[in-house]
């Protein structure tokens, strides 16, 4: 979790540093709050800078949740590097590959308040695009696996569907207040669609 970082500290930061320490306290204060509720005032006191501070390398709301946007995007493709490198058949591929992303919504549960607020999705059109784009890459990766597996013709459909079984299951551990572990749960779940499906 993170916690707010005294203003001494911050001012012996780069730009850079700041405003990754602005995004965290964004993530932080966004699971605890809710995301359409945050202020810049509590984004400014969590990342221990000023309220002109924050301003200061975000002109405006809209752009720190862009940025906030961004470092989502490019956290997820990180959890997915590795195992897209490995040599594996396809659905050992794609358990992996789910593996990963469970793991990457299990460390940061203020993700599932972002992707699912309606207001701030709404609101900030190109936060929307950003992740979109971020879930239809990772179907796409799924839908790869698929087509090597000989399933070619229902490679999208079945890549859907277990997205449909992460989104799911993660809306049901982000409501219960993470009452079970979102990986085990959604690995044993995972488990049970795949052996539905027949690979070549």
């Not at 992707?115 to 784009?133: D, G, M, W």
């Not at 179907?139 to 989104?167: C, G, M, P, T, V």
């Amino acid at each position: 979790m993170f916690k707010p970082i005294k203003a001494q500290s911050v001012k012996r930061m780069s730009a850079s540093d700041r405003k990754s320490v602005i995004i965290a306290a964004v993530l932080a204060q966004a699971d605890i709050n809710g995301p359409d509720r945050l202020s810049t005032a509590e984004i400014a006191k969590a990342s221990g800078l000023t309220h002109a501070g924050v301003f200061r390398h975000f002109p405006t709301k809209q752009d720190i949740w862009l940025a906030v946007a961004h470092e989502i995007a490019k956290t997820a493709k990180s959890y997915w590097a590795k195992p897209l490198k490995l040599s594996l058949k396809p659905k050992s591929k794609i358990e992996a590959l789910v593996a990963s992303h469970f793991e990457f919504l299990s460390e940061t549960p203020a993700i599932l308040t972002i992707l699912y607020s309606y207001e701030l999705q709404h609101a900030n059109v190109k936060l929307r695009t950003i992740l979109t784009e971020m879930m239809l890459q990772f179907r796409n990766y799924l839908s790869n696996e698929f087509i090597l597996s000989r399933n070619k013709k229902q490679s999208q459909d079945l890549a859907f569907l277990i997205i449909a079984l992460i989104q799911g299951l993660a809306m049901r551990w982000s409501v219960s207040q993470q009452n079970f572990d979102l990986k085990s749960e959604g690995m044993r779940l995972l488990k049970i669609q795949l052996n539905m499906i027949n690979f070549k």
